[in-house]
RNA sequence: GUGGCCGUAGCUCAGCUGGCGAGAGCGCCGGGUUGUGGUCCCGGAGGUCGGGGGUUCGAAGCCCCUCGGUCACCCCA
């Protein structure tokens, strides 16, 4: 009986060589920026006891509609991560390290939801959280991560949308007059609208319903609902992007999904996404979310990336492609008793810090050559008999075609001379104008 | 969760209103060159036509169910 043939659940993907090449540029430079800021790596578990992601607004679609929630042999409830900030705030209320406290990561994340392209049931997201600063210049440098983050991706067409949701002090008010607003202005657009406007007054802001856009426009905004604490820290944050030259636009109607934030939100969008998937990262101040959690009342702000939207909207798979992967293949033309000598030669250049492989398999000369040109080799290193008997080896440069003979000794210095080390080229970033293909 | 479109070889697809044993290009393997890739020539491997049921003398093509992908909505990274 033939076996079934088995595939990835709904929504999950595999990503695999060679397109996983751009996932490890993508987080090996957010790695090093995130480092570079003064963030240390954050691993959380994969789980979480439910009531731990509930915290993140129990109305939310995240939690409410979209959460993998399951019991384990104990009879505990417990989730799948749906996002990044919850599981690390939980840890910061559990460890009480001394603030302020800065971390990043790079987590898969679970939303049980209808899958497309840039947008799965398991994702990625790489992110950061600086808990314990209150100082509206955390908001800025935070911003400032996570804008360099997608420019230096080579992420094109980039926007950066802020707003303020103002203090939770401020939001019963806020929320009454919009209501009132658009339960009057909104009697007659129908049965959705208006049990939207019950359900959650602030989701109607970014609805995109043409018939709503005419009342969502002339709706209250909360900019002018906030204290005089909250628009002071907003403006110092807009005070702070100018500064580092940081184009941003006001969005007054950008409301992010998750209950906890508090004064400043923001999103970075791209125009090469569809508008279903624009967004490739977000974040805000979530200032209560650690005492919620069961920490010490702890101001906080984060943001995170999608790793899929970011490697799709930078067109990283195309560029990163392009670069050769290997510095030396080694080809073996000595026949059954050469195996020993390929081996040598491997061990040697690999621990040279050299980028070599070789073709297994008993592969013809012309398989090796043929294997050594399609794994991007930038030089074939040949072991032939005649050149063996002279301690010399073949070196043929796979892009010219050039050939010469280069004594076994000087073998690895000479091949240093001649590539770089490994991760030292950067992708060229995208030319102006050119054409990303998602 | 709701709706539209689509599922034929590893990939991109062709197969006219159901009819000789299911094809192309690319990719893969081998040979031409028992010591040389990327070009060229020759040959080869590889397919439950997404899956199941039905109609029919006969189904890749029609009908039903189902699974998956994609797009929009919802929502979000």
Known sequence: MPATRLSAPVGMHDVLPPDSAAWAEAVTRFA?????????????????????????????????KEMYELTDRSGRRLALRPEGTASVVRAYAQ?????????????PNFRYERPQRGRYRQHWQLGVEAIGAADPE?????????????????????????????????????????????????AG???????????????????????????????????EHLG??????????????????????????????FDYYT??????????????????????????????????AT????????????????????????RPRLDAFVIDALGPDGAREAILVLAELRAAGLRADRAYGGRSLKGQWRAADRARARYGVMLAPAEL??????????ASGGQVEVSRSALVGWLQARTAPAGAAPPPPPAAGEAVDP
């Open 138 to 186: 955390l908001d800025v440098e935070c911003i400032a991560l996570a804008w360099a983050t997608a420019t230096e991706m080579g992420v094109p067409a980039l926007r950066l949308l802020v707003n303020s949701m103002g203090d939770p002090e401020e939001r019963p008010g806020y929320l009454e007059a919009l209501r009132a607003h658009l339960r009057r202005a909104g």
């Open 228 to 257: 005089a604490a909250a628009r002071a820290h907003f403006e110092a944050v807009q005070a702070g992007l100018r500064d580092l030259g940081i184009p941003y636009e006001l969005a007054p109607r950008l409301v992010r999904g």
């Open 95 to 107: 460890h009480r390290p001394t603030p302020p406290w800065k971390v990043w990561y790079v987590a």
């Open 299 to 322: 101001p906080a702000i984060g943001f995170a990336m999608g790793v899929e939207r970011l490697v799709l909207a930078a067109g990283l798979t195309g560029r990163v492609a392009d």
């Open 389 to 398: 008997a002279r301690g010399a080896v073949v070196v043929k440069d796979l």
């Open 32 to 64: 090093r920026l995130a480092d570079r800021y003064g963030y240390g790596l954050a691993v959380t578990p994969i789980l979480e006891h439910a009531e731990v992601f509930r915290r993140i607004g129990e109305h939310t679609d995240v939690v409410a």
């Open 263 to 296: 004064r400043t939100t923001f999103e970075l969008q791209t125009d090469v996404l569809d508008a279903a998937q624009n967004a490739v990262g977000g974040g805000g101040r979530y200032d209560r979310l650690v005492e919620e959690m069961g920490g010490p």
């Open 189 to 223: 657009l129908g049965e959705a609208f208006l049990a939207r406007v019950e359900a959650n007054p602030l989701r109607v802001l970014d609805a995109k319903d043409p018939d709503w856009q005419e009342v969502i426009e002339r709706a209250p905004q909360l900019a």
